[in-house]
């Protein structure tokens, strides 16, 4: 069945600009989960759904960063007035059930640049 | 809250050697603990996970780890590497009964030598 998908896969901005990244998550997970990856620093978590509320904004870096999931399903994550420190590539993941026991399977990332 | 640490950002190693990548973590509740590889331009994807029981869990491509919590530590070995294995490979902790986040480690990249 297909993946975690993720749109754009690339994204060129420029600062102050605001940006929207999408994650389609595999059908039928109800646990979805945003991380950005830098170089050098691994994944840095941001936030998770459970279906469609999110029990844990904690590692959202600043107010700029949002995210909502509507229909138990799709995520945007949205970033306002983008700075050049947000540029990463930011890597969705979905999980079938709660529980962080359960594996995670990730998209392949959007690229986010911001110029 | 749980943190981990990967010590070696890069691990060269001649095809057909063993290798150890290490993993040591900090959590003040019992934990879950995984690898997790990423592929050259390829997604991340589960290696192995230790949720209870024996210590020494195998995974995928001939990978095992060895969760030791006396030592804290989750270290990932493979008795004999191939080209193919030239990936990125990071560490996770969860805690136990606790919320849903995963926390990674910055990863070790590791280098097959022909």
């Known amino acids: 069945g297909a993946g975690v998908s993720q749109s754009p896969s690339n994204k060129v901005t420029e600062k102050g600009k605001d940006v929207e990244l999408r994650c389609d998550p595999i059908?039928?997970?109800?646990?979805l989960y945003w991380y950005r990856q830098s170089l050098g620093q691994g994944l840095e978590f941001l936030i998770y759904?459970?279906?469609?509320?999110?029990?844990?904004k904690s590692g959202l870096p600043s107010d700029r960063f949002s995210a909502e999931r509507t229909g138990g399903s799709v995520s945007t994550l949205t970033i306002q007035r983008t700075q050049q420190e947000d540029s990463a590539v930011y890597l969705c993941?979905?999980?079938?059930?709660?529980?962080?026991?359960?594996?995670?399977?990730f998209g392949p990332g959007t690229r986010l640049t911001v110029l | 809250a749980q943190s981990v640490t990967q010590l070696d950002s890069q691990v060269p190693v001649f095809e057909e050697a063993p290798v150890e990548l290490r993993c040591n973590y900090s959590?003040?509740?019992?934990?879950?603990l995984f690898w997790y590889v990423q592929y050259p331009n390829q997604g991340l994807q589960l290696l192995l996970k230790?949720?209870?029981?024996?210590?020494l869990v195998k995974g995928i491509n001939g990978f095992e780890a060895e969760f030791n919590k006396s030592q804290t530590s989750f270290h990932l070995r493979k008795p004999s590497v191939h080209i193919s294995d030239t990936a990125e490979y990071f560490c996770?902790?969860?805690?136990?009964?606790?919320?849903?986040?995963?926390?990674f480690g910055k990863g070790t990249r590791l280098h097959i030598l022909p």
């Open positions: 993941a979905s999980s079938p059930r709660g529980g962080s026991y359960n594996e995670q399977f």
């Open positions: 059908s039928g997970h109800t646990a």
């Open positions: 759904f459970q279906g469609n509320s999110a029990p844990d």
């Open positions: 959590s003040s509740v019992s934990v879950y």
């Open positions: 230790y949720l209870s029981g024996s210590t």
């Open positions: 996770a902790v969860s805690a136990q009964n606790r919320d849903d986040k995963i926390i």
